[in-house]
């Protein structure tokens, strides 16, 4: 009876193990949104609204795929900082108001490597923020006042 424990709580324990790190390997599920501008010009977007999705957005990715981007969705309208720390690639980075049009845009930021970098921050308050590949706005016409589908 004592050798059938044994087995018992060795397969259990075995079992567990392999869950849990099924559980904490896999990768996180992340919700998409189309983001259409009034141009119909639109792209898949990532969503991100937890502080820790915020905090590392596209930091040390690789590239953001033609027609992707990241939407940050916060809890109230501000004017929040973006910079580019840790990236690979130049972004364009759109502010959204609360009425779905843009209040403002960069374009064409430089990756940052260095520990001082600079903080790029709208003049006007936002409730969402869209990260799009580099001259994204210039090619597709986009500008302060350009309505936002999501």
Known sequence: ?????????????ISSSAILFLLLSSEPQTSEEEVCFENQKCIVAEVVSTPEEMARGLMYRKRLEENRGMLFIFKEEGRYGFWMKNMNFPLDIIWISRNKT??????????????SCPIYVPDKKALYVLEVNANFSIRNNISVGSTVLF
């Open 1 to 13: 009876m004592n050798k059938n424990l044994l087995l018992i709580v060795a397969i259990f324990i």
């Open 102 to 115: 843009v209040a403002h845009i960069e374009v064409n930021l430089p990756p940052c490597k260095s520990d």
